[in-house]
């Protein structure tokens, strides 16, 4: 209900801070948390983390749905996120399918949560290179051509992803 949903969200964002799992879903929600400290641990960390929901009342694709998103935007974080002491992405230009260790700064919190009537998850990482006009220009750009971005940035593949599979 999507109108149902706009009203929740601007009745949550009125009543005080809005961003984190925690806040978007309520004191009422069950939270479960991942620590992703190589790249090779982000597919079996999403498996993980969605055993912890019963998503059988919702239809059947739900669960591939969150595990695509939730892999995007993890990968996103571990590949995209880490810079050197230069400003140069650290692991951008490395194999996917080849595993990264990640230094302690460098690990990437999945979370994942739901409470009635919601369900969301979020990643973060330590670096914050995604701003605010990144993620409005991404979603214009979900909106306006219906498409991801490509080449290097943010805001790509994974925003686009949870765009088009949310209502």
């Known amino acids: 209900d999507f109108y149902r949903e706009v009203a929740t969200n601007l009745a ?3 009543a005080g801070p809005l961003w984190g799992v925690e806040q978007y879903l309520g004191p009422e929600a069950t939270i479960h948390r991942n620590e992703i400290n190589s790249s090779g641990e982000i597919l079996e960390s ?9 998503l ?4 059947g694709a ?16 571990v590949f995209d996120a880490a810079t050197r002491p230069s400003g140069d992405l650290k692991y951008y230009e490395n194999n996917r399918s080849n595993s990264v260790a990640l230094d302690t700064k460098e690990k990437v919190v999945l979370k994942m949560g739901h409470n009635k009537t919601l369900m969301a998850l979020s990643v973060q990482d330590n670096f914050g290179r ?11 750009r979900c909106v306006c051509e219906r498409s991801p971005k490509t ?4 805001a790509g593949l994974g925003l686009y992803m949870a765009f088009s ?3």
Not at 56 to 59: A, D, L, Q, T, V
Not at 151 to 154: A, E, I, S, T
């Open 12 to 14: 949550k964002e009125l």
């Open 46 to 54: 999403v498996q993980q983390m969605l055993e912890n929901f019963d």
């Open 56 to 59: 059988s009342p919702y239809f």
């Open 62 to 77: 739900l669960k591939d749905y969150l595990a695509t998103v939730s892999v995007e935007l993890v990968s996103n974080a």
């Open 130 to 140: 995604l701003k605010r006009d990144i993620i409005l220009e991404g979603i214009l």
């Open 151 to 154: 080449g290097p940035g943010g």
């Open 165 to 167: 599979l949310s209502s």
